[in-house]
């Protein structure tokens, strides 16, 4: 497969090569009719991209272009124009033509557990949530959270599963299935925390490491680095994991042949291969969490005799 080339460089404006007047024209056809939603999608530093995207597809017209700016997106039309990545329209709605690269790590963790995976732009946090698990290879048994930090205004939003009955005083968790990526992750470098099961209290830095053209005929999301092998499911967190490797490598131990039982056979902490990764249908694995959890609920509500206490939703 021909490799996709790299559009991250800056605008040739940055250097004073196009004038801001030429600049001026481009934001402004930015402005007019469908192109607007463009230009609110991908208002960042580097639009080579997405104009390139709007061209290709007929959003703005190549005659309106300045020839030292059509000049500058040779590379990204010819992708567009010869490898034909997704590049389709219906009404207002666009086929995606970015995919975003994260790099996640385990906190506290040594040697790093790690991993790197590749996801569509128009993801939410939710589909997020449901790729990184996959990709690390936790089984989404506990509750999480990305807790990300407002430019400019000092505070942190916690984006996850909003609690049914919160405390008094607790800081209110927004749905990841409502809020796109594309709100917190404007630019490379761009890192949050995402903490998995309170009660191990995994603790991840997921940094956003680069924004890529969307390769030809691949399937995303993608993992495609990482190392070692996920901790064990309810294993107590950081320090319980330390206990356990203490344990398995030490045939001796008073709690060898109970903690190899608890753990169901062999586990190598450095196996790790991305190429075994599989990922989940994000839509498929919110109505296993919530709509088909409401379906069981509403029967067990019906079948409940007066007096009984009616059961609570999991907390997963």
Not at 3 to 15: L, Y
Request: charged letters at 30%.
């Amino acid at each position: 497969m021909r490799s996709a080339p790299d559009f991250r460089g800056v605008w040739p404006w940055a250097s004073a090569e196009l004038g801001s007047g030429e600049l001026s024209e481009i934001i402004h056809r930015f402005h007019q009719g469908p192109a607007r939603e463009l230009w609110v999608r991908y208002n960042t530093p580097h639009l080579e991209i997405p104009v390139a995207f709007a061209i290709t597809t007929g959003v703005l017209g190549r005659e309106t272009i300045p020839a030292e700016l059509l000049e500058h997106l040779a590379g990204a039309l010819r992708f567009y124009e010869e490898a034909r990545v997704d590049i389709v329209s219906s009404g207002n709605e666009m086929a995606t033509a970015q995919v975003y690269q994260f790099k996640l790590v385990l906190v506290g963790v040594e040697p790093p557990i790690w991993r790197r995976i590749q996801v569509p732009e128009t993801y939410s946090f939710w589909d997020l949530h449901v790729a990184l698990q996959d990709s690390m290879g936790w089984l989404d048994y506990h509750l999480h959270v990305f807790r990300v930090a407002r430019p400019g205004a000092g505070e942190v939003e916690q984006i996850g599963i909003p609690d049914d009955d919160p405390f008094e005083g607790d800081k209110p968790t927004l749905p990841g299935w409502e809020i796109p990526i594309t709100r917190h992750f404007s630019r490379p470098g761009t890192a949050v925390q995402y903490e998995y099961d309170f009660g191990d209290g995994w603790e991840h830095e997921l940094t956003l490491e680069a924004i890529l053209p969307r390769q030809a005929g691949q399937k995303y999301p993608l993992c495609v680095d990482g190392a070692r092998a996920c901790p064990p499911e309810d294993c107590g967190g950081v320090h319980g994991y330390e206990n356990l490797l203490t344990v398995i490598q030490d045939p001796s131990h008073e709690d060898y042949e109970s903690t190899r039982e608890w753990l169901g056979g062999r586990f190598d902490p450095d196996r790790f291969d991305p190429k075994r990764v599989k990922f989940d249908d994000p839509a498929r694995r919110y109505r296993l969490a919530f709509e088909d959890r409401r379906t069981r609920a509403s029967r067990a509500r019906r079948t409940t005799k007066p007096g009984r206490k009616r059961p609570r939703r999991s907390t997963r």
